[in-house]
């Protein structure tokens, strides 16, 4: 099992950038895939970006593309997330998983373990 723990995020205004860590405890995250999701008030989780246990390939969705980056640093054992142009639609609380499996999945229901999530909170 893993255990994961966001961090870093808080309010900022729109336009501006934030980058969320999440650290994984328990075995090593390399051998999971990862992903980011995110909630908002009164909306159903949705899917971010995933990425492959090694890094090689990742996808974001379209609409974070070309905003956000999702990345990971096995030798920390760290997922990241860095968005940039932040905007009040991005006002979510956001959540890392990792997944048994080692290729990309975008839906929730694709992993094993979830964090307790990061609240992202974008003023206009």
């Known amino acids: 099992q893993v255990q994961l723990v966001e961090s870093g995020g808080g309010l900022v205004q729109a336009g501006n950038s934030l980058r969320l860590s999440c650290v994984g405890s328990?075995?090593?995250?390399?051998?999971?895939?990862m992903g980011w999701f995110r909630q908002a008030p009164g909306k159903e989780r949705e899917f971010v970006a995933a990425?492959?246990?090694?890094?090689?390939?990742?996808y974001e969705a379209d609409p974070v593309k070309d905003r956000f980056t999702i990345s990971r640093d096995n030798g920390k054992n760290t997922l990241y997330l860095q968005m940039n142009s932040l905007g009040p639609q991005d006002t979510a609380v956001y959540y890392c998983?990792?997944?048994?499996?080692?290729?990309?999945?975008?839906?929730?229901?694709?992993?094993?373990?979830w964090g307790q999530g990061t609240q992202v909170t974008v003023s206009s």
């Open positions: 328990g075995n090593p995250l390399r051998k999971y895939a």
């Open positions: 998983a990792a997944r048994e499996e080692r290729g990309l999945s975008t839906t929730r229901y694709g992993y094993d373990y």
């Open positions: 990425i492959t246990w090694n890094g090689d390939r990742a």
